[in-house]
Antibody, heavy 123, light 108 residues
């Protein structure tokens, strides 16, 4: 079964750091771009960023709202995706979803999603 | 920055057809993807590319695009289709990718 499972969500103080993880199974993780999407309470979806596959140099892209504060990485040997979040703000409070992207720049759509992990930034 | 604009809400009678639209300059150059999200659940991809459905998505869901407008059509809406639908596409002047604000579909 194709599956993504996020973990690591927590309550963090403003200015703090947190790393959330996503464990993939049931597919060839290394073939795919992987993406993070978040959803603040009662709000819509917000694209956070993506990491391409090794064939595309593991290139990362970020939303302007998190660029310079968040970093996405992957460990293909562990079928795992990570989101390192620094300098957290109250507006970063959200459910963070890990999702499977395409295999190349010509593909579209996030076809597999995890159940999400909750990050709360509050003093 | 560029954005994708969706109507906040639409309603449809059971068994009838509803079209949900998404407008944005980037849609002249890039296809939209469409996601269904029910309360308390993760989003589900329903349409991607020109008009492609992932495995398991009913064929009552279809997509189209013209100019700056992408559309998701549900033909013969069912009670189970009640959800928020989001479009998503590349952005041409802001963030690499962007989601629309979502359209709440109510099946009457």
């Amino acid at each position: 079964e194709v599956q993504l499972v996020e973990s690591g969500g927590a309550l963090v103080q403003p200015g703090g750091s947190l790393r959330v993880s996503c464990a993939a199974s049931g597919f060839t993780f290394s073939d795919h771009y992987m993406e993070w999407v978040r959803q603040s309470p009662g709000k819509g979806l917000e694209w956070v960023g993506r990491i391409k596959n090794k064939a595309n140099s593991d290139t990362t892209e970020y939303a302007a709202s998190v660029k310079g504060r968040f970093a996405i990485s992957r460990d293909d040997s562990k079928n795992s995706l990570y989101l390192q979040m620094n300098s957290l703000r109250t507006e970063d409070t959200a459910v963070y979803y890990c999702s499977r992207g395409p295999r190349n720049d010509y593909g579209v759509g996030l076809d597999v999603w995890g159940q999400g992990t909750v990050v709360t930034v509050s003093s | 920055s560029s954005e994708l604009t969706q109507d906040p809400a639409v309603s449809v009678a059971l068994g009838q057809t509803v079209r949900i639209t998404c407008q944005g300059d980037s849609l002249r150059s890039y296809y939209a993807s469409w996601y269904q999200q029910k309360p308390g659940q993760a989003p589900v991809l329903v349409i991607y590319g020109r008009n492609n459905r992932p495995s398991g998505i009913p064929d009552r869901f279809s997509g189209s695009s013209s100019g700056i407008t992408a559309s998701l059509t549900i033909t013969g809406a069912q009670a189970d289709d009640e959800a928020v639908y989001y479009c998503n596409s590349r952005d041409t002047s802001g963030d690499p990718y962007v989601f629309g604000a979502g359209t709440q579909v109510t099946v009457l």
